[in-house]
């Protein structure tokens, strides 16, 4: 089935409102009539400034976190629909560093999921395994947990919309990318999870690859038959680098 490629930026916590501006500037003509859903994933206090930034363009703005409630006493965070406010269209959940540094289960991460549907954002829902985990031989079965549980909530309607990111955590930010070969493998394992949760929705679900992706290697990953696009932390911060990144194809 052809999936529409979906190559997202994951800023993390990098980058200025001046910054954001000045990026959307000089990214957005360089992408102009890509084949491929494109977003960035600024700072929260960036949101906005580069939501206008974008406006127009093809270009979409997404969040990189959620929190599940509507409202209410919750220091620091930020709901579904102050998203929808300042434009996005997609928020990233459950990222490994917020798994790993802030606690995140994969209840917290498919209540995140479902609201954000309840507001019409669709989620960018990560999944990836320890080198640990890895080594011990447990990839598939972790990663096949972590997609049951943390999709345990979203509309059954809508389950081929949601976005899965496949981030393994020994590949983030430290320049050793999976293989093709073996993001491949658990990309499959992740579609045929997929299937046995969602049926045939399984097959339109878009699975994005994320670890060291740069520009010298993302047109071999995105070769592989379930690889549909790809979460780039490090390499999506300028934006020539971006732009090669989401131009993979030529
Ligand atoms: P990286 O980060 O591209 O810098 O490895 C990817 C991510 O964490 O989403």
Redesign the pocket.
Known sequence: MARRPILAA?WKMQKTTGEAEAFAKDFVPRVAGAEADVALAPPATALHVLGRALAGSAVALAAQNVHPEPKGAFTGEISPDMLVDVGCRYAIVG???RRTLFGETDEFVAAKAAALFERDILPIVCVGESLAQREAGETLSFVGGQIAASLARIPEARAAEVIVAY?PIW????GKTATPAMAQEVHAAIRERLGQLFGAAGEAIRIQY????KPDNVAELMAQPDIDGA?????SLDPESFAAIVRFNG
């Open positions: 994951n990222h490994s560093e981030e590949a983030i930010g430290t994320g670890g060291s992706v979460l780039v932390g490090g390499a």
